[in-house]
């Protein structure tokens, strides 16, 4: 009988220790989880939107004749009918030196 109450406060001891402390274990495993996707969740959104937003910029065309902004790589301007399109990506050459450039300036006299 006394082998028996000690082995029942043994397991009452263990339980009482040990489950909590599991319980304790899954539930801060659970909030770092739901921390990280309320987190991550919006970066991965804004992510895959600036991914599309430089996709849809390679896409955007400039009529030479007209100025209008064409979203495509189409062969004429739909409101003109120009054949050139030129490439707005294309134009913005940002890695040519700016000593080349001819900058025109036209000169008035103030009275």
């Known amino acids: ?60 065309n400039l009529c030479e004749n007209c100025g209008s902004t064409i979203i495509g790589n189409n062969g004429n301007c739909p409101y003109c009918d120009y054949k050139s399109i030129k490439n707005i990506q294309k134009d913005d050459d940002l890695s040519s030196d700016a000593s080349n450039k001819i900058i025109e300036v036209k000169a008035e006299e103030i009275n």
Do not use: E
Request: no cysteine; hydrophobic share 65%; net charge positive.
């Open 1 to 60: 009988m006394l082998l028996m109450q000690n082995k029942l406060i043994t397991y009452s001891l263990i339980f009482i220790l040990i489950i909590p402390l599991f319980g304790l274990n899954f539930l801060i495993g659970l909030l770092g989880n739901i921390l990280l996707l309320i987190v991550l969740v919006p970066l991965l959104i804004l992510i895959i939107g600036f991914l599309g937003l430089n996709s849809l910029k390679s896409t955007i």
